[in-house]
């Protein structure tokens, strides 16, 4: 059981990400863990000005998100693919923190109306969250034609997700492991 910040990359009003999210957090709570949702339409966070790290008084809106992402032990990411890269609501929350992600593991769904299922999307959210210290695992889990996988209401229509979905959460769960038991021992810096 861990704790796991999913992130939610979209913020338009009619995404079709919400519906991502929303079966992958039910995934993670039938798995027994604790869950962050981190929602930026919810969150309405204002384009980066200060850091967390920068800020003199952070508002309560940031303090909580803050402890979400430095309590969190993975990173679920749920990334639209904007012109071949990630959404800038999902960059822009990420930006606000740094040292809150190291050492942790994260793991990158994608999806798009296509055939590739945001894997442009994915490769460049791989390098961000390597700068931030928070690795992507191996797999990544790309979603195609995501409008014929969910119907409108968010119920999973192509049951070959819930099998998919498996094994690569049971991937992210050996890197959240394993990171945890390291950082134990002690972080380099
Ligand atoms: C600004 C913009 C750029 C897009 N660029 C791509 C793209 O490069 N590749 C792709 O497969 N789909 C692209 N799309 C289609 C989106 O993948 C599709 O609208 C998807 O539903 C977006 O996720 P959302 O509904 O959760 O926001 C783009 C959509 C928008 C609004």
Redesign the pocket.
């Known amino acids: 059981m861990a704790k796991i910040a999913l992130i939610v990359?979209?913020v338009?009003r009619?995404?079709?990400?919400?519906k991502?999210a929303r079966w992958l957090e039910e995934k993670l709570k039938n798995r027994n863990h604790t869950v962050f949702f981190i929602d930026p339409l919810e969150l309405n966070l204002p384009l980066l000005d200060r850091m967390y790290k920068e800020m003199e008084n952070p508002s309560e809106k940031l303090k909580d998100l803050r402890n979400k992402i430095k309590d969190a032990e993975g990173y679920l990411s749920v990334t639209?693919?904007?012109?071949?890269?990630t959404?800038a609501a999902m960059k822009n929350t990420l930006d606000y923190f740094l040292e809150e992600y190291y050492f942790k593991p994260s793991a990158i769904v994608s999806?798009?109306?296509?055939g590739?299922g945001?894997v442009?999307?994915a490769q460049h959210l791989r390098h961000i969250f390597a700068e931030l210290g928070a690795p992507s695992i191996s797999s990544s889990f790309p979603i195609s034609r995501?409008?014929d996988v969910f119907d409108e209401s968010g119920k999973l229509m192509d049951e070959r997700y819930d099998k998919r979905v498996i094994r690569f959460l049971d991937e992210f769960e050996w890197y959240i492991e394993a990171f945890k038991n390291q950082r134990a021992k002690g972080t380099p810096y």
């Open positions: 990359g979209s338009r009619d995404r079709q990400g919400i991502v639209p693919e904007y012109n071949h890269s959404s999806y798009s109306p296509g590739f945001g442009n999307a995501v409008q």
